[in-house]
């Protein structure tokens, strides 16, 4: 308990959270008034979700990827487009576009399933006694890349670390909080994590990876997860080894469990009988878990049993209620997610993201202003692409998803924003 609770002040995200601490821990930003250099709202360098047609509609995703759900991508893309979204939409580029808001739609339906499987369970935390609660605390460990936030994510239900196809883009401990009946479970992701400090030039890597490992004991449980695809294709001997050293021996103060994770990349099941097989006499482990933690297979296992190795202790946090702050931070990390996805070089990390303005309006609908500043012409070229390609697929993404999680209609402007001060633009004379 004690440990727990020192554990707990190294972590950034807490229920009603400072918002300003937030932002500068996430994104090294803060609310700001909009520059005055801001680019006019109709420039390429701008998306704003207002120059396109989403459709709106108040029915929750289906269950399965029906006609209704594809309905609403034909929708988007049909007749009731404006001419403008058309014109930056065409080609190869409205057919990439068409294809992902398909993917998000099918996600978004295939998670409101295991939703509504678990409506019944949630609380409002108002009415379980303190007497009656119970609480855990789970740490995640795995190499970079294992799949240790989307787990995360899948399992507490919202958006709580940026993941995307890099590696180590967890730069800091998150906690989640998955409360449910009398139940609570605080999460806490860890950095990315290797044996072997050698190849990693940057003091602060490495004393994030000391860190890492330091924090491990405290946990309750702890989930040691790794990518099945990966040892079975290029197989890493640090992970084998990362694999071998947690599960050597039981300690008494934790029980540990393997997450064979990424199994729905994996096509030949026998193959992963050959893994299970390879670490099954590890006496560490209490259990083992095969597990899709982006795609939600064997999570209902796994949450399950956590849930059962909850003990008699008050909650830890307030349950999750989607507080503004919540709401803003969230919306940063969709949008940064959807950075992340589509801009695959170093740049999302050199790109300074701010949210600037955040309305509730009157007909219930949320206006959100975030901009990206960058400091090099050759960043913004890559962000804003052809005729704003890419910061409008990024946008219209965001927006989407942004509406599905609110569950209400949802204006999203991105806007960039030249650096100041940098040389690259000053140079050039380049907008
Ligand atoms: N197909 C598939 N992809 C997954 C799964 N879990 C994670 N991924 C993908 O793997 C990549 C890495 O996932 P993350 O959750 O960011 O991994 P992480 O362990 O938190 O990574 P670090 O922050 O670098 O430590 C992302 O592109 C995820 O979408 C899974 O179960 N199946």
Same mark, same amino acid.
């Given at each position: 308990?004690?440990?727990?609770?020192?554990?707990?002040?190294?972590?950034?995200?807490?229920?009603?959270?400072?918002?300003?601490?937030?932002?500068?821990?996430?994104?090294?930003?803060?609310?700001?008034?909009?520059?005055?250099?801001?680019?006019?709202?109709?420039?390429?360098?701008?998306?704003?979700?207002?120059?396109?047609?989403?459709?709106?509609?108040?029915?929750?995703?289906?269950?399965?990827?029906?006609?209704?759900?594809?309905?609403?991508?034909?929708?988007?893309?049909?007749?009731?487009?404006?001419?403008?979204?058309?014109?930056?939409?065409?080609?190869?580029?409205?057919?990439?576009?068409?294809?992902?808001?398909?993917?998000?739609?099918?996600?978004?339906?295939?998670?409101?399933?295991?939703?509504?499987?678990?409506?019944?369970?949630?609380?409002?935390?108002?009415?379980?006694?303190?007497?009656?609660?119970?609480?855990?605390?789970?740490?995640?460990?795995?190499?970079?890349?294992?799949?240790?936030?989307?787990?995360?994510?899948?399992?507490?239900?919202?958006?709580?670390?940026?993941?995307?196809?890099?590696?180590?883009?967890?730069?800091?401990?998150?906690?989640?909080?998955?409360?449910?009946?009398?139940?609570?479970?605080?999460?806490?992701?860890?950095?990315?994590?290797?044996?072997?400090?050698?190849?990693?030039?940057?003091?602060?890597?490495?004393?994030?990876?000391?860190?890492?490992?330091?924090?491990?004991?405290?946990?309750?449980?702890?989930?040691?997860?790794?990518?099945?695809?990966?040892?079975?294709?290029?197989?890493?001997?640090?992970?084998?080894?990362?694999?071998?050293?947690? @599960?050597? +021996?039981? #300690?008494?103060?934790? &029980?540990?469990?393997?997450? *064979?994770?990424? =199994?729905?990349?994996?096509?030949?099941?026998?193959?992963?009988?050959?893994?299970?097989?390879?670490?099954?006499?590890?006496?560490?482990?209490?259990?083992?878990?095969?597990?899709?933690?982006?795609?939600?297979?064997?999570?209902?296992?796994?949450?399950?049993?956590?849930?059962?190795?909850?003990?008699?202790?008050?909650?830890?946090?307030?349950?999750?209620?989607?507080?503004?702050?919540?709401?803003?931070?969230?919306?940063?990390?969709?949008?940064?997610?959807?950075?992340?996805?589509?801009?695959?070089?170093?740049?999302?990390?050199?790109?300074?993201?701010?949210?600037?303005?955040?309305?509730?309006?009157?007909?219930?609908?949320?206006?959100?202003?975030?901009?990206?500043?960058?400091?090099?012409? @050759?960043? +913004?070229? #890559?962000?804003?692409? &052809?005729?704003?390609?890419? *910061?409008?697929? =990024?946008?219209?993404?965001?927006?989407?998803?942004?509406?599905?999680?609110?569950?209400?209609?949802?204006?999203?402007?991105?806007?960039?924003?030249?650096?100041?001060?940098?040389?690259?633009?000053?140079?050039?004379?380049?907008?």
């Amino acid at each position: 308990m004690k440990a727990f609770k020192i554990l707990r002040k190294t972590t950034l995200l807490r229920h009603k959270p400072n918002p300003t601490t937030i932002f500068r821990a996430f994104f090294s930003a803060e609310p700001l008034t909009p520059e005055p250099d801001s680019q006019p709202s109709n420039s390429d360098s701008t998306f704003d979700s207002s120059h396109y047609e989403i459709p709106i509609s108040n029915d929750p995703p289906k269950p399965t990827w029906n006609e209704g759900v594809r309905n609403r991508v034909e929708g988007l893309f049909g007749d009731e487009v404006s001419s403008e979204a058309k014109r930056k939409f065409k080609d190869e580029e409205y057919e990439r576009k068409r294809k992902a808001l398909a993917k998000a739609l099918l996600e978004a339906a295939l998670n409101k399933e295991e939703e509504d499987d678990n409506d019944d369970e949630e609380t409002d935390g108002g009415v379980v006694k303190e007497e009656d609660q119970k609480s855990l605390s789970v740490g995640i460990i795995g190499a970079p890349n294992a799949g240790k936030s989307a787990l995360t994510n899948y399992m507490v239900g919202t958006k709580v670390a940026a993941v995307s196809r890099k590696t180590n883009t967890t730069t800091h401990e998150v906690v989640g909080v998955l409360t449910k009946g009398d139940t609570q479970i605080c999460f806490f992701d860890t950095p990315g994590l290797t044996l072997n400090y050698a190849g990693f030039p940057y003091r602060d890597v490495k004393a994030r990876v000391e860190s890492a490992w330091s924090s491990v004991n405290l946990y309750e449980v702890l989930i040691v997860i790794f990518d099945v695809h990966r040892h079975i294709t290029r197989p890493d001997s640090r992970v084998t080894r990362l694999i071998q050293r947690m @599960g050597e +021996r039981s #300690i008494p103060t934790q &029980k540990r469990v393997l997450c *064979i994770n990424k =199994i729905d990349l994996v096509e030949k099941k026998k193959d992963l009988l050959k893994v299970a097989e390879e670490f099954k006499d590890l006496p560490g482990f209490e259990r083992h878990f095969m597990i899709s933690g982006m795609k939600g297979a064997g999570v209902k296992d796994l949450t399950q049993y956590l849930m059962e190795q909850a003990v008699q202790r008050p909650w830890e946090e307030d349950p999750f209620t989607m507080t503004e702050e919540v709401m803003k931070m969230i919306s940063l990390e969709v949008v940064r997610e959807r950075l992340l996805d589509h801009v695959h070089q170093e740049i999302p990390y050199d790109i300074e993201h701010r949210l600037v303005d955040w309305k509730e309006l009157r007909d219930g609908s949320i206006r959100i202003e975030q901009h990206f500043v960058t400091n090099k012409l @050759g960043q +913004r070229k #890559i962000l804003i692409g &052809k005729n704003g390609s890419k *910061i409008g697929r =990024i946008g219209i993404e965001a927006n989407e998803e942004l509406r599905t999680i609110f569950k209400k209609q949802v204006h999203l402007i991105l806007q960039h924003i030249k650096c100041q001060r940098c040389v690259d633009y000053t140079d050039l004379g380049s907008p």
